[in-house]
C-alpha cells in the first residue's frame, strides 16, 4: 500500500492559538521586564558583563601604559641623544682645555714650592727640550730680556732641575742635573756627608767625594748643601739607588726625583742665594668653623 | 438545560461599548475598576473564540493602566486579563451554563483570580503598589453587573405578549 503524503498546512483554530500563545507570552515578557526585573536583568546583565568590563578595562590600561611607555621611551631616547652630545661636547672641550688644565696645574704646584721658599723666584715656560742630543738640555722661554742671568738654579716642586747653562736673549738653556758636566753641591740627608753631583744621564747621577768611612743607605734623600751657590741648603735632588765601596770614596749613585723628560714650567732662583734659607712659618689651613644647626 | 451562546454581534457590540465606557470613566475608578471587570469576567469570554475575547480583554487592560497613568511599566493588568479570559472561555466550553446562579459564582470565583492576577501582574511589572479598593467594590456589586450581563448576554425568550 503506497502512503501518501499529507500537505502540511494549519488551521485557522491553529493560528488563532500560535496568536494567543504569542500573546500572551509577549505580555508575560513585556511584564518580566518592568522595573524591578528589569533592575534583576539588569543586574543580571551586568554581572554577566562584568568579566568582559574587567578585560576591556585591563586591555585599555595595557594600552594606555604601553603608550606612556613609548612615550618615556621616546623621551628616553632623546634624553640620551642629548646627553651622548652634550659629552661629545664636555670631552672636546676637556680635549681643548687639557693643556691649559694641565699647565694650571703645574702653575699651582709652583705657586705651592714657592711658598715655601723664602726667596725671589721667577717661573718660566720649558718651550722645548734637546735632553735625547748629546749635552742636550731644555729651552725656557725666557732670557736676557727678563733679566736671567748664567748659573741660575732651576727647579720643579719635585726637585732640582739644573742651572742655566747659557741665556740669550729672550730663550735660556738648563744643564739638566743628570748631564756629565754638571755639579751640584749635595749632601746626604741622615750623614750628613757632602759632595759633588755627577750627571750620568736618564735621571741618575753620582755622588763624588763621599769617604769610605760614610755609611749610606739605599733609598737615602740627597739634598742640596747651598755649597756650589748655585742652590741654598735643604732642596731635594734624589734618592740613593745604589751604593758600593770605592777605592778611596764610596760610589753613590742617586735617581733625581725631578722627572726632567717631563718638566713644562719651572722655577728660577735669584743668583748667588744665600747658602741657607729658613722656611718661612705658613698658617695651617684652618677650617672654618661649623656654625651649630648647619647641616 | 444548555444556554445557547449569545450572538457574536451582539458580544462584540456590548464589549466595544463597556471598553469605551472604562476610558470615559476614568474620573471614577471605582466604576472603571467595575467596568473593567464586566468587561473581562462576563462579556469578552466566548467558547470557541479565545482570540477575540483575548483581544477585548487585553484593550481592557491597556486602556486601564493608560487611563490611570499611575504605574511605572504598563501591561501587568493586560496579562492578567488575558490569563483569566482565557481560562474564563475554556471555562465557558468545558462547563456550559445552565443558570444565572451559576453564572454569578462562575463571575464571583473569576472575579476573586482576576484581583489576584491584576495585583500580582502589576506588582511583577511596576513593581509594589496599593491595592485601592476597586477590586472590593466589583466583588460587591457583582450580582448586579452579573445579573446584567447575564441578561445582556442571554436575554429571555420572547413570550409573544406585549
Known sequence: ?295 | MRLPAPSSLRQHLFCGVTLALVALTAPFPVIQAILHALLVLALAPRPGAALSGALWAVAAGWVLEGTLRLYPHLGGTAWANLTVVLLAGWMAGRWPLEGLRSWLARLAGLGVLHGLLVHGAVRLAAGPHPWGWGWLWSLLTLPLWGWLSWRLLHPPADTGRR
Open chain 1, 1 to 295: 500500500m503506497a502512503l501518501r503524503a499529507s500537505r502540511w498546512r494549519w488551521s485557522r483554530a491553529g493560528w488563532q492559538r500560535l496568536a494567543l500563545v504569542l500573546l500572551w507570552m509577549g505580555h508575560g515578557t513585556w511584564v518580566l521586564m518592568g522595573p524591578p526585573s528589569g533592575q534583576r536583568w539588569g543586574h543580571a546583565s551586568e554581572a554577566l558583563a562584568r568579566p568582559s568590563q574587567g578585560l576591556a578595562a585591563r586591555w585599555a590600561e595595557r594600552r594606555l601604559a604601553q603608550r606612556d611607555a613609548a612615550l618615556s621611551l621616546t623621551e628616553l631616547r632623546a634624553d640620551r641623544a642629548r646627553l651622548v652630545a652634550e659629552l661629545e661636547q664636555v670631552r672636546l672641550r676637556a680635549t681643548r682645555e687639557a693643556p691649559r688644565q694641565a699647565e694650571a696645574d703645574e702653575a699651582v704646584r709652583l705657586l705651592g714650592l714657592k711658598k715655601h721658599i723664602p726667596l725671589d723666584l721667577g717661573a718660566a715656560r720649558v718651550i722645548f727640550s734637546t735632553r735625547p742630543a748629546v749635552f742636550g738640555g731644555l729651552i725656557l722661554d725666557q732670557g736676557l730680556d727678563r733679566g736671567l742671568v748664567q748659573d741660575q738654579g732651576v727647579l720643579v716642586p719635585e726637585g732640582i732641575v739644573g742651572r742655566l747653562w747659557s741665556v740669550s736673549a729672550t730663550q735660556s738653556k738648563i744643564l739638566p742635573a743628570d748631564a756629565p758636566n754638571a755639579s751640584v753641591g749635595v749632601m746626604l740627608m741622615r750623614s750628613r756627608a757632602t759632595g759633588v753631583l755627577q750627571g750620568l744621564g736618564s735621571g741618575r747621577a753620582l755622588i763624588r767625594y763621599v769617604s769610605n768611612q760614610e755609611v749610606v743607605q739605599v733609598g737615602e734623600a740627597v739634598l742640596t748643601s747651598g755649597l756650589d751657590r748655585v742652590f741654598p741648603r735643604g732642596l731635594l735632588v734624589g734618592y740613593v739607588a745604589e751604593v758600593t765601596q770605592g777605592d778611596l770614596e764610596l760610589r753613590v749613585i742617586l735617581n733625581l726625583s725631578a722627572p726632567l723628560d717631563r718638566v713644562s714650567a719651572v722655577l728660577l732662583l735669584p743668583p748667588q742665594p744665600p747658602v741657607e734659607v729658613q722656611p718661612p712659618l705658613l698658617a695651617p689651613d684652618v677650617k672654618p668653623a661649623k656654625k651649630r644647626g648647619t647641616p
